[in-house]
């Protein structure tokens, strides 16, 4: 059964309601990668020795708050607040 992603509703809602251009889309794609690659980092530096259930614990906490960071978005609070949708989005690509 075929049934939409949240990634394909994301898209139409880049592209159709932002406008985002596919290089911009393609920049986020980018910051999302280099993200990874800092938590990578960040994990082989720092946490190799904190015990993986309080990484988890803190970690789903984050991702929870990332994840309805797309309900500010989707509301336009964060054009409310004086921040653009591209800085939001670069900077909520980052984080996830």
Known sequence: MMAP???AIMFYFY???LNFSP???GELKFM????T????LLYNTCLKNVSLKLIFAVTS???FLCY???IILITHKNVE???DDRLFCIGDSFMF
């Open 15 to 17: 592209t159709s309601v």
């Open 37 to 40: 690659i800092l938590g990578v």
């Open 61 to 63: 906490f984050f991702y």
């Open 81 to 83: 607040w004086g921040i």
């Open 5 to 7: 992603s949240s990634g």
């Open 32 to 35: 999302y990668a280099a993200g």
């Open 23 to 25: 290089q911009f889309l």
């Open 68 to 70: 309805e960071s797309i």
